[in-house]
């Protein structure tokens, strides 16, 4: 693995649960997001447990050295609200049933809490997870944040990080089985996912996580309810100036 030399300069570990790791088989490891140093330093883990991780990763990563890696790896490249992305679920279930691992970030990108707590997931992960009813790890990282934080460009090189890795017991999906896959239940899985992360997240940093997890999907609803009162507002002043220039 190319990455290795730099990021164990770079970066200590602090690696926990690689027993949960399966030594054979397909599975799916779901994995929170706080850097975009994050898949490099996860896959470091990963590879060090013997298994290879197959990742699934924006379609916009396929472009550049980045993008020359993931295809030279055999990344698993998603295209969001096209109809592509239904052939990259395919492709993971058709993964998983080969024995191999597949990586999600079910959050889908950086977390946007503002002290870095995993979002509510996307449902993907939990897809393919009652459809191969495969082994899905939870797995909690922390540090690459200190040393990239999310949403900037500007690495904090020193003092020297630690990158934390937690990885639990299977989640136990079970109550899901042999029913219709509706969005609730999807959802509902997802959720139970999530809130594994998360409690191995609080392991690591040894807080609390906040009750309700952020949602991006409410953040959005409320910035687009804001831009369209600031624009029925803005038109009402339009409407109020014409009349007084006339």
């Given amino acids: 693995m190319l990455c290795k030399p730099p990021l164990a300069l770079l970066i200590k570990r602090d690696w926990r649960g690689m027993e949960h790791i399966p030594d054979k088989g397909g599975f ?16 470091h883990f990963q590879y060090s447990t013997g298994r290879v991780p197959r990742f699934t990763t924006k379609s916009a990563l396929k472009r550049g050295f980045v993008g020359a890696v993931m295809r030279g790896t055999g990344q698993i490249p998603v295209y969001r609200e096209t109809t592509d992305s239904l052939s990259a679920f ?63 460009r500007k690495f904090s090189l020193l003092p020297r ?21 509706t969005p609730e239940l999807l959802r509902e899985a ?23 997890p952020y949602d991006l999907r409410s953040d959005r609803s409320e910035q687009q309810v804001r831009t369209e009162g600031n624009t029925q507002a803005e038109n009402i002043i339009a409407t109020q100036d014409a009349e007084l220039d006339g």
């Fill in 28 to 43: 799916i490891t779901a994995v929170n997001r706080n850097s975009r140093v994050d898949p490099f330093a996860y896959a």
């Fill in 90 to 152: 395919r492709a993971a279930i058709d993964a998983v049933e080969r024995g191999e691992c597949v990586t999600f970030y079910p959050e889908g990108n950086l977390t946007r809490d503002p002290n870095g707590w995993p979002m509510t997931g996307k449902t993907g992960v939990a897809r393919v997870a009652l459809q191969t009813r495969c082994p899905v790890i939870p797995v909690a990282q922390w540090g690459c944040n200190e040393l990239l934080p999310p949403h900037t």
């Fill in 161 to 181: 990080k630690t990158h934390h890795v937690y990885a639990g017991p299977p989640v136990d999906l079970s109550r899901f089985y042999n029913k219709k896959m």
């Fill in 190 to 212: 997802t959720a139970v996912i999530m809130a594994a992360i998360t409690r191995h997240l609080e392991e690591i940093r040894g807080e609390k996580a906040p009750e309700a």
